[in-house]
């Protein structure tokens, strides 16, 4: 079927980089130059597949990936798959989300049904394994975009990158940079001159942050992006919870 370019992308697995679930940001200043945000980003390594013999010398592909950006109608398909994917991720630190299926369908809808918008859908065996979203910042709801409507921030030339989710299994394999990558060149294709993401802020004396836990912070600002002073705030009810509570999400922009 037609995957929004058209084309299949396959990745085979080796240890390149990491990746972890990315949101929100803040800043209110203008870009110095459009330039600057679509520099050249470099090539994502395209590792060699690994190879096994079997009894007959004849050799196979032990595994591979398979890298698909989704638009429109393509999106619809993948629904539940991503939902279900969406959900076991965001419910480790930082975010605790306790999903629910039917509300991450019709929130994963929007982007079937957003022009400019983009589903990067990785799969394993035909099993989704992870998965990066990305839309017009201007087609985000009110409460996302309030921090720049407060300020006055005209947003109509700006690109938002939604979740970036990965099974932990395929961490590790440069799938978090091919994730920028595809959204930068969809952001591009949109005359976007700016990106912006959040992320969650937990406070370092949450009871249930995970020792040896790794902040992505430096990862994210070798990808091109800076943390703002925006901040928007999100709501959703955490592991081991009966109520949803507020969250305070950082945008962070390019």
């Excluded at 949101?23 to 130059?33: F, G, I």
Aim: glycine share 10%.
């Amino acid at each position: 079927g037609h995957h929004g370019d058209g084309r299949r992308h396959w990745v085979s697995l080796t240890r390149v980089g990491g990746v972890g679930a990315n949101m929100l940001a803040k800043h209110s200043a203008v870009p110095e130059s459009p330039g600057r945000f679509w520099r050249r980003l470099p090539r994502t390594p395209r590792p060699r597949a690994t190879f096994d013999s079997d009894t007959g010398g004849r050799h196979r592909l032990i595994v591979s990936l398979e890298v698909l950006p989704l638009t429109g109608s393509d999106i619809i398909a993948q629904l539940d798959g991503l939902a279900a994917l969406r959900i076991r991720v965001f419910r480790d630190w930082p975010y605790l989300y306790d999903g629910d299926p039917a509300y991450e369908r019709e929130y994963l809808r929007v982007y079937a049904e957003s022009p400019g918008s983009l589903v990067v859908l990785v799969r394993h065996d035909g099993e989704p394994v992870g998965a990066s979203t990305g839309t017009p910042l201007a087609a985000e709801p009110e409460y996302a975009r309030a921090p720049f409507i407060e300020r006055g921030i005209d947003v109509s030339r700006s690109y938002y990158y939604g979740e970036s989710v990965l099974l932990p299994d395929f961490r590790g394999r440069g799938l978090g940079l091919r994730f920028f990558e595809e959204r930068e060149k969809q952001a591009r294709r949109l005359g976007a001159e700016t990106a912006y993401f959040c992320a969650v802020e937990r406070p370092d004396s949450h009871p249930q942050k995970p020792p040896g836990h790794i902040c992505l912070n430096a990862y994210w600002r070798r990808r091109g992006f800076e943390p703002t002073d925006l901040i928007a705030h999100f709501s959703w009810r955490d592991v081991g919870q009966l109520a949803e509570s507020v969250k305070p999400m950082r945008f962070w922009r390019k």
